[in-house]
């Protein structure tokens, strides 16, 4: 069971993000100035170009794609900005004219991005997410549960924390943190700023939402006072990005503990990330070169954080986007219907599963990937302690190189990805929809993925004891890898089989409507009602290679199932 820690800041007035949120005003004001700065002195384009491309993408992007939550002078604004430029470039004072607009832009944007923090809003978000995850992971009315579902107590003990907690915590007393977390739900941050706040004893950290999120009120009001910032992913423009890494790299830099999802978006595959996007990593290196330039003596710590579901609410529309992506012209959208029958099955779902999460925490580590102990020391494979600030000298001075500082964020990326495999949390539900889908795939070699996909799923079948079989196999193997530490294993999957097994599909896609994976005792066998949920999760564990390293055994007869079990 894990156990729930005390918190390492007990008063939230006293937390990080709370004294950003009291100094907001000079935040922004000292934030225009870096970000002024960086983009009249770096910019390899003149500052005419920069202005003109910016007003040009926010021109169209106000008559192409707008949105309920932007600025009501949204195209007012624009419009002035294009006629300030038009005048500007025929004045004698050209520059200064350019400079001032620059501000102005820069300005609103930061207005827009920089987010605030309330205690008294997180007092009651704490209440109220409380509630909320209780009736997502608590069975309304479980055995020996005195009430509905279930207290406090028994909603934390279905958010297991496993790896290096103690040492994560330990961290916050000695610098800046950084969680970089996998990403598979629209709610994976307020899943994981609720876990680390009740379980785990952290500080809230601050946070990039999608700004599409604001569109609705009263989760725009919440959002708005919990820490985090928005993230408009229609503006491509230049100075609209300059102003996002920057705020990302200057709250670090003031001390704002933070969560990145490095990987960018949600996985629309269900497999873990394998490629990282560059740019938030990135802000942290420039943070780390900022504090060693001003002579601070604090330092950024990277903790990658692995998220592991049953279930995720949105595997059905992720799966399809993610198919559309790589199928293209192979790919025909199937539409379900929906009824008032598929409604009542839900809400009985609602009413009688529960789930569980598991939050894996990876060793900690500096922003060039060195290892940290619990005192902050970065160390090198050989356990030497590693001195960061030799790292961004040019010539003997500390100064910045874009060119080194992109080799540190790819080196940086490799280790976090290398920890999210190693740190990923094998659950039964993975581990039985992995090997389901694999002899699908392995007995259908005639048909490609899309094929298969297609099939009815009343033709699919395996086997109960082939099934079986094969889920030894890999349980046996994956508690190899575990002891070798290439990954982590639940402790379910040191269970017997059987229960293994039905523990598996019990939790697997929990509130599907469909059964994702299913066994019929009458004709022992396993069956799926839905076959691209099935493999949503079965590509949880996408990436190890098993499909070469596991002996795939085949069963002997494929059978069909004439009529699909109602659960």
């Given at each position: 069971?894990?156990?729930?820690?005390?918190?390492?800041?007990?008063?939230?007035?006293?937390?990080?993000?709370?004294?950003?949120?009291?100094?907001?005003?000079?935040?922004?004001?000292?934030?225009?100035?870096?970000?002024?700065?960086r983009?009249?002195?770096?910019?390899?384009?003149?500052?005419?170009?920069?202005?003109?491309?910016?007003?040009?993408?926010e021109?169209?992007?106000?008559?192409?794609?707008?949105?309920?939550?932007d600025p009501t002078?949204?195209?007012?604004?624009w419009?002035?900005?294009?006629?300030?430029?038009?005048?500007?470039?025929?004045?004698?004072?050209?520059?200064?004219?350019?400079?001032?607009?620059?501000?102005?832009?820069?300005?609103?944007?930061?207005?827009?991005?920089?987010?605030?923090?309330?205690?008294?809003?997180?007092?009651?978000a704490?209440?109220?997410?409380?509630?909320?995850?209780?009736?997502?992971?608590?069975r309304?009315?479980?055995?020996?549960?005195?009430?509905?579902?279930?207290t406090?107590?028994?909603?934390?003990?279905?958010?297991?924390?496993?790896?290096?907690?103690?040492e994560?915590?330990a961290?916050?007393?000695?610098?800046t943190?950084?969680?970089?977390?996998?990403?598979?739900s629209?709610?994976?941050?307020?899943?994981?700023?609720?876990?680390?706040d009740?379980?785990?004893g952290?500080?809230?950290?601050?946070?990039?939402?999608?700004?599409?999120?604001?569109?609705?009120?009263?989760?725009?009001?919440?959002?708005?006072?919990?820490?985090?910032?928005?993230?408009?992913?229609?503006?491509?423009?230049?100075?609209?990005?300059?102003?996002?890494?920057?705020m990302?790299?200057?709250?670090?830099?003031?001390?704002?503990?933070?969560?990145?999802?490095?990987?960018?978006?949600?996985?629309r595959?269900?497999a873990?990330?394998?490629?990282?996007?560059?740019?938030?990593?990135?802000s942290?290196?420039?943070?780390q070169?900022?504090?060693l330039?001003?002579?601070?003596?604090g330092?950024?710590?990277?903790?990658?954080?692995?998220?592991?579901?049953?279930?995720?609410?949105?595997?059905?529309?992720?799966i399809?986007?993610?198919?559309?992506?790589?199928?293209?012209?192979?790919?025909q959208?199937?539409?379900?219907?929906?009824?008032?029958?598929?409604?009542?099955?839900?809400?009985?779902?609602?009413?009688?599963?529960?789930?569980?999460?598991?939050?894996?925490?990876?060793?900690?580590m500096?922003?060039?990937?060195?290892?940290?102990?619990?005192?902050?020391?970065?160390?090198?494979?050989n356990?030497?302690?590693?001195?960061?600030?030799?790292?961004?000298?040019?010539?003997?001075?500390?100064?910045?190189?874009?060119?080194?500082?992109?080799?540190?964020?790819?080196?940086?990326?490799?280790?976090?990805?290398?920890?999210y495999?190693?740190?990923?949390?094998?659950?039964?539900?993975?581990?039985?929809?992995?090997?389901?889908?694999?002899m699908?795939l392995?007995?259908?070699?005639?048909?490609?993925?899309?094929?298969?996909?297609?099939l009815?799923?009343?033709?699919?079948?395996?086997?109960?004891?082939?099934?079986?079989?094969?889920v030894?196999?890999?349980?046996?193997?994956i508690?190899?890898m575990?002891?070798?530490?290439?990954?982590r294993?639940?402790d379910?999957?040191?269970k017997?089989i059987?229960?293994?097994?039905?523990?598996?599909?019990?939790?697997?896609?929990?509130?599907?409507?469909?059964?994702?994976?299913?066994?019929?005792?009458?004709?022992?066998?396993?069956?799926?009602?839905?076959?691209?949920?099935?493999?949503?999760?079965?590509n949880?564990?996408?990436?190890?290679?098993?499909e070469?390293?596991?002996?795939?055994?085949?069963?002997?007869?494929?059978?069909?199932?004439?009529?699909?079990?109602?659960?």
């Amino acid at each position: 069971m894990t156990p729930i820690y005390p918190h390492i800041i007990p008063k939230v007035e006293d937390w990080p993000i709370n004294r950003f949120a009291r100094e907001r005003k000079e935040f922004v004001d000292q934030l225009n100035n870096f970000v002024f700065d960086r983009i009249t002195k770096g910019a390899s384009q003149g500052l005419e170009d920069i202005l003109a491309k910016t007003i040009y993408l926010e021109s169209q992007r106000i008559k192409t794609n707008p949105w309920k939550v932007d600025p009501t002078d949204d195209a007012e604004f624009w419009r002035t900005m294009a006629n300030n430029l038009t005048q500007a470039l025929k004045s004698n004072d050209k520059e200064e004219q350019l400079k001032d607009m620059l501000r102005r832009i820069v300005h609103r944007y930061n207005e827009e991005i920089v987010g605030n923090f309330n205690p008294s809003t997180f007092r009651f978000a704490r209440k109220f997410l409380t509630a909320f995850f209780k009736r997502i992971f608590n069975r309304f009315k479980a055995p020996g549960q005195r009430w509905f579902w279930g207290t406090k107590k028994d909603l934390l003990n279905k958010i297991k924390l496993r790896g290096y907690v103690d040492e994560t915590r330990a961290l916050f007393k000695k610098g800046t943190v950084v969680i970089v977390p996998t990403h598979f739900s629209n709610l994976d941050s307020i899943t994981i700023g609720y876990a680390l706040d009740m379980v785990a004893g952290m500080p809230a950290l601050s946070y990039g939402a999608g700004l599409n999120l604001f569109e609705v009120e009263i989760v725009a009001y919440f959002i708005n006072r919990l820490g985090a910032y928005k993230v408009d992913r229609r503006k491509k423009n230049p100075v609209y990005l300059e102003c996002l890494t920057s705020m990302a790299s200057y709250a670090l830099y003031t001390g704002v503990p933070n969560i990145f999802f490095p990987g960018g978006t949600r996985s629309r595959s269900g497999a873990m990330e394998n490629k990282l996007k560059y740019g938030l990593l990135g802000s942290a290196i420039e943070a780390q070169r900022l504090l060693l330039e001003n002579g601070k003596s604090g330092k950024i710590y990277i903790v990658p954080l692995v998220i592991g579901y049953n279930f995720v609410l949105e595997a059905k529309s992720l799966i399809e986007q993610h198919l559309q992506s790589v199928g293209k012209e192979k790919y025909q959208r199937s539409r379900e219907p929906k009824n008032i029958g598929s409604k009542w099955n839900y809400i009985k779902l609602f009413f009688s599963k529960e789930s569980e999460m598991v939050l894996s925490f990876g060793e900690p580590m500096d922003v060039l990937g060195n290892r940290v102990d619990t005192e902050g020391n970065s160390l090198d494979k050989n356990c030497h302690e590693v001195n960061l600030r030799e790292y961004f000298l040019l010539e003997g001075e500390l100064a910045e190189n874009a060119q080194r500082e992109s080799v540190y964020t790819r080196i940086l990326a490799d280790r976090v990805l290398d920890s999210y495999f190693r740190n990923n949390v094998v659950l039964s539900s993975h581990l039985v929809a992995y090997v389901a889908f694999r002899m699908l795939l392995n007995h259908r070699k005639d048909l490609g993925i899309f094929a298969i996909l297609r099939l009815n799923p009343t033709e699919f079948s395996i086997p109960y004891a082939d099934f079986a079989a094969q889920v030894k196999a890999m349980a046996e193997f994956i508690k190899t890898m575990e002891a070798e530490g290439r990954l982590r294993l639940s402790d379910e999957i040191f269970k017997p089989i059987d229960e293994l097994i039905e523990h598996g599909i019990e939790m697997l896609g929990s509130y599907h409507i469909e059964k994702v994976l299913g066994h019929d005792r009458e004709k022992q066998c396993m069956y799926s009602q839905h076959l691209k949920l099935l493999h949503f999760y079965a590509n949880r564990l996408e990436g190890y290679d098993f499909e070469t390293l596991v002996t795939w055994t085949p069963f002997e007869k494929f059978r069909y199932v004439d009529k699909l079990k109602e659960d």
